[in-house]
């Protein structure tokens, strides 16, 4: 208890806190970072709504196989080239059919082959969101797309950031030789055009797969492009990390971790990693905003998810060749690709403003 | 200076070296099984399979062969598997719709993108710093191949452009030398859809860097001597803030010529050395993508070197490390 009076005594933070708690009659206590953190993180809403909407995306796609079906009465790749639906009480065909027809005298030409679009709710819950050249349904695709594009995205930025914090933690803890390798390595990466490599490693692996050692990998599997884009990455969230590590290798308390006889893997999990883990957080939201841009581009060149499976960014292609009669192919999954990258993006702002207001993480591109 | 470029340079072709080892590895030992067995087709004889390994020098040890693959690409000798014509020729065909591809682009985000950063910089925490900063992000969250195609949607003949009449070409690359005119208005689109993403992203990098920069000493004292805050901010905290967004446009503009402009180049059918990479992947042709894929590197690893030196040149500290 804090005597007053005579004013001599010295005045602390403790003898503030007590002052305190004699007039209010409320204890001050002291938050985590992490608690201070998650309450700026509370408090900026357009952040949370936008974080909504992700969450949204995800449970609309990952549910796809549950109520998809039910919807659309199609599969994600059953194709209906020759089907005819009924829009209104109308049968309609799901690709039109090339004829003339004589309207007021005026002859009028249809295109044949051009997929229908989007038929709402008109034809009982089928073509939703209109069709392919295939006849296959897009909002069906669409959400088993998302899955994928979803699935390859947070799957590549998880392994490329678990590898490059493996990587910044070795080359910050033990400097030397293993720094010098690890950051060669780092340039070595760098020094590729993100795309470019991606392609290159795709092209390569989705002609026989991936067969070396015990490793049995088919040509048209997912963990293609998720191996190719988590590994093209790395330099991106390593280069940053390492920088980090090496400026806290220098800090008493990695000094007072030595000297109470912790190992090399105590100082590297216990005492770095928590240090730099919301920049990890941070950087890994960036990330992931980059990996699933980076499957659309892989995808819509065609070196990523192969057909017939789908992905926004195979739908991209898709939609390109009927782009002057019927957008809304590419327009979809283009639409769902850019909000969910959006989402995530105000979403890891908002996190990197909670975590440090004052931080100056980001990535190089 | 000079032992320091001496150093970069050396530098530089070690790593290249490394790259071409990289790519080596990735085009002739992944892709599983033997690349002979491919070329050969399915109805090979193991004579013929022989032939082939011996013409593509497969029999040889790994050193060699990758010794071989670097000297094919050196001396222009190497030989596309789909169409047998030569790969280093077109890729030296491709490079005047890349290059002015890419230089355009290039000033266009550079301009706009300081442009945007600083309005909204000046602006910070009123309406327009808010547009703009939500704009920004848009910019980046955009896939570029969507916005092209919504563009070429709207803006051309094909789509719903059609119903103005023609505004714009729906592609192709017209010389600079042939009709200067129609290389800027075949242009314009693939500009703007390389441009956007980096505009968005150097505005917000020059917003943050202008804001760290406001609370300098420099500034204040600049400041102090009464200087109009027009001439404090373009000769004091301009100056130094866009330092970084030089280096970022050096390495930037390298990665795009080098290969990342291939989504625009497939997108408006520009005959670039982005487009050559485009064709080869759905004909699994690997010596021209093998081709394309060290340009592109040779390409970042110059421009990382140029712009280690000019920063040196800058800023003395640096040298030293």
Redesign the interface.
């Known amino acids: 208890m804090a005597t007053t009076g005579t004013g001599q005594e010295e005045f602390t933070l403790d003898t503030a806190s007590q002052l305190a708690e004699e007039e209010g009659g409320a204890r001050i206590e002291g938050r985590s970072p992490w608690a201070l953190a998650g309450r700026r993180l509370r408090r900026n809403r357009f952040a949370l709504a936008f974080l909504g909407l992700f969450v949204l995306i995800v449970v609309a796609c990952l549910l796809a196989g549950v109520y998809a079906h039910h919807v659309s009465h199609l599969g994600q790749n059953d194709t209906n080239t020759g089907g005819v639906i009924t829009v209104n009480g109308n049968k309609v065909h799901v690709i039109s059919q090339g004829h003339t027809t004589i309207v007021n005298g005026i002859p009028k030409i249809v295109i044949g082959g051009v997929p229908i679009g989007p038929q709402w709710g008109n034809a009982g819950g089928q073509y939703i969101l209109g069709a392919d050249v295939l006849g296959r349904d897009t909002a069906t695709r669409l959400l088993y797309g998302g899955r994928n594009s979803l699935f390859i995205g947070f799957t590549s930025a998880l392994i490329c950031t678990v590898l490059s914090v493996v990587f910044a933690l070795l080359a910050g803890y033990f400097g030397g030789a293993t720094d010098w390798i690890i950051s060669r390595i780092f340039d070595l990466i760098w020094a590729f055009p993100v795309v470019l490599l991606g392609i290159a490693l795709g092209t390569a692996l989705s002609l026989n797969g991936f067969h070396h050692g015990p490793i049995n990998i088919s040509g048209n599997s997912l963990w293609i492009p998720i191996g190719v884009i988590s590994f093209v990455f790395i330099p991106y969230i390593g280069r940053p990390l390492r920088g980090q590590v090496l400026a806290l290798r220098q800090r008493e308390f990695i000094e007072a971790a030595t000297a109470q006889g912790a190992g090399s893997l105590r100082i590297m999990f216990s005492e770095l990693l928590p240090n730099i883990a919301s920049s990890v957080l941070v950087l890994f939201t960036l990330i992931v905003a980059s990996t699933i841009l980076t499957e659309a581009a892989l995808s819509f060149l065609g070196a990523g998810v192969q057909p017939p499976n789908p992905s926004w960014g195979t739908m991209i292609a898709d939609g390109q060749g009927t782009l002057a009669n019927n957008p809304w192919l590419s327009l979809w999954a283009g639409l769902m690709l850019a909000l969910t990258v959006l989402s995530i993006n105000v979403f890891g702002d908002g996190l990197r403003d909670a975590l440090d207001p004052r931080a100056k993480v980001r990535i190089e591109h | 200076m000079v032992a320091f470029v001496i150093r970069r340079i050396f530098g530089m072709i070690l790593?290249l070296v490394?790259?071409s080892f990289?790519?080596y590895l990735?085009?002739i030992v992944?892709?599983?099984?033997d690349p002979a067995l491919?070329l050969a087709g399915r109805v090979a004889t193991p004579a013929n399979i022989a032939s082939i390994r011996q013409k593509l020098g497969l029999d040889h040890n790994v050193i060699v062969q990758w010794f071989d693959m670097v000297k094919s690409l050196l001396n222009g000798s190497l030989i596309s598997y789909y169409d047998g014509t030569n790969v280093v020729q077109q890729i030296k065909e491709g490079l005047p719709a890349t290059f002015s591809l890419c230089i355009g682009a290039g000033i266009i985000w550079l301009g706009f993108g300081i442009l945007v950063g600083t309005l909204s910089a000046i602006t910070a925490g009123r309406a327009t710093d808010r547009v703009i900063t939500g704009l920004a992000?848009?910019g980046?969250?955009?896939?570029?191949?969507?916005?092209g195609?919504?563009l070429?949607?709207l803006f051309t003949e094909?789509?719903l452009g059609g119903t103005f009449g023609t505004l714009f070409p729906p592609g192709g690359y017209v010389p600079l030398s042939q009709d200067p005119v129609q290389w800027v208005y075949h242009l314009i689109l693939p500009w703007l859809t390389l441009a956007v993403l980096f505009i968005g992203?150097y505005g917000r990098?020059l917003r943050?860097n202008i804001l760290?920069t406001i609370n300098e000493d420099f500034v204040r004292t600049a400041k102090a001597k009464g200087l109009t805050s027009r001439r404090i901010l373009v000769k004091h905290v301009l100056r130094a803030s866009l330092i970084p967004i030089v280096t970022?446009f050096g390495?930037?503009f390298a990665?795009v010529l080098?290969?990342?402009a291939?989504?625009t180049e497939?997108?408006y059918s520009l005959h670039g050395v982005g487009y050559l990479?485009?064709q080869?992947?759905?004909t699994?042709d690997?010596p021209t993508?093998?081709g394309?894929?060290l340009y592109?590197?040779a390409f970042?690893?110059f421009f990382?070197m140029l712009v280690d030196i000019a920063y040196a040149y800058l800023d003395p500290r640096i040298r030293l490390t």
């Open positions: 790593v490394a790259v990289i790519v990735i085009f992944i892709p599983g099984g491919r992000l848009i980046i969250s955009l896939p570029v191949a969507w916005l195609l919504i070429l949607y094909n789509g992203f990098v943050s760290d970022l390495l930037d990665a080098g290969g990342g291939i989504i497939a997108v990479a485009f080869a992947i759905s699994q690997l993508l093998m394309v894929t592109g590197a970042i690893v990382s």
